[in-house]
């Protein structure tokens, strides 16, 4: 990016190539402009980084999300934070919208590594200070951090889009939770709203690959908005929705924080009974994953009220404790 540059109020936003988009709608709505910065890799497939302004003593921010490609994109955040490090920037702050390796948080097996708590690591080594991140798989992945994490929280914007939503649309909603683990999260959107919750129980025989077993609660005759923190390929939500519509739900609705949509998330999902699909800008979509059922918000403006806050030492706990 060679664009000239327009500082915000002492704050540099840098990007790496993983979702230039969103990190321009941040910068944007600070009131400036990326700084500087070409990334990329050699012929050998080594990432480099090149900053191309003075940082000594600012406030730098690096907008990255550790999405597919997974390790080159992660690689291309650490080395930008090295280079700002050896730059002698004053503060820097590593914004990762999407957190990946985020579901690696524990040993569920014998012999198996524990591959979110050695990225932690890896980014204090790099010589970053602090983390800016959005729905963590698992909210304990802060504690593999000697540093501050802030962690901002995706479903206030869902919870709004949908209790406008629910004006328009006629008969009676319920939220549902497609596993177990997405309980937490769904009994606070339906909170919100003032809806009822209902919860799928699901037994996955192996990775990527899930059944879904029951389903506790009423959903006959209803509108049905199921809530998750990410859909990687598809098999949980979408079986959850055909669950749902073999139960009698009348429209089924889904929404989550990260549309990693890998593997044959697409095709599921078009074929799924799921109406719309509702998802956050934290990982930017191909053109191929761009269709009519998908609708993406953004959440450029939650990230930079933080950057904002965390540049001017003020709280920035109120920008995320409206759901816990």
């Known amino acids: 990016m060679t664009s000239t540059v327009k500082t915000v109020d002492g704050i540099k936003i840098f990007s790496g190539n993983s979702n230039k988009p969103l990190a321009q709608r941040i910068a944007r709505s600070l009131g400036g402009e990326l700084a500087i910065c070409e990334a990329g890799q050699f012929s050998d497939g080594e990432s480099f980084?090149?900053?191309?302004?003075?940082?000594?003593?600012?406030?730098?921010?690096?907008?990255?999300?550790?999405?597919?490609?997974?390790?080159?994109?992660?690689?291309?955040?650490?080395?930008?934070?090295?280079?700002?490090?050896?730059?002698?920037?004053?503060?820097?702050?590593?914004?990762?919208?999407?957190?990946?390796?985020?579901?690696?948080?524990?040993?569920?097996?014998a012999r198996d590594p524990i591959s979110a708590k050695l990225v932690a690591d890896l980014f204090q080594a790099a010589g970053a200070d602090r983390i800016l991140t959005m729905d963590l798989h698992s909210a304990q992945i802060q504690g593999f951090f000697s540093m501050p994490v802030d962690h901002m929280l995706g479903n206030p914007m869902l919870v709004d889009y949908y209790k406008n939503k629910i004006k328009e649309i006629e008969g009676d909603f319920v939220v549902v939770a497609p596993d177990i683990g997405s309980v937490k999260r769904s009994r606070s959107f339906a909170?919100?709203?003032?809806?009822?919750?209902?919860?799928?129980?699901?037994?996955?025989?192996?990775?990527n690959v899930s059944e879904v077993m029951s389903v506790i609660g009423d959903v006959k005759d209803k509108n049905v908005i199921m809530v998750d923190d990410m859909i990687d390929t598809a098999g949980t939500i979408c079986n959850a929705a055909q669950a749902m519509h073999e139960k009698g739900a009348k429209r089924i609705f889904a929404c989550c924080t990260h549309p990693v949509l890998s593997g044959p998330?697409?095709?599921?999902?078009?074929?799924?009974?799921?109406?719309?699909?509702?998802?956050?800008?934290?990982?930017?979509?191909?053109?191929?994953?761009?269709?009519?059922?998908?609708?993406?918000?953004?959440?450029?403006?939650?990230?930079?009220?933080?950057?904002?806050?965390?540049?001017?030492?003020?709280?920035?706990?109120?920008?995320?404790?409206?759901?816990?």
Do not use: W
Not at 274 to 303: A, G, H, N, P, R
């Open 49 to 109: 980084v090149k900053i191309g302004e003075i940082v000594r003593g600012i406030d730098c921010f690096v907008i990255q999300s550790t999405s597919n490609p997974v390790n080159d994109n992660l690689m291309e955040l650490l080395i930008t934070i090295d280079a700002l490090r050896r730059a002698s920037a004053g503060r820097i702050t590593a914004v990762i919208p999407y957190y990946g390796y985020a579901r690696q948080d524990r040993k569920a097996r």
């Open 191 to 207: 909170e919100e709203i003032d809806i009822p919750l209902a919860i799928i129980d699901k037994r996955r025989p192996e990775a």
């Open 265 to 324: 998330a697409i095709e599921r999902i078009q074929k799924s009974a799921i109406e719309e699909l509702v998802v956050l800008d934290t990982i930017q979509l191909s053109s191929d994953k761009q269709i009519d059922k998908i609708k993406q918000l953004s959440v450029c403006d939650i990230f930079a009220n933080a950057i904002k806050a965390i540049h001017n030492n003020e709280s920035v706990s109120k920008l995320f404790d409206k759901l816990l």
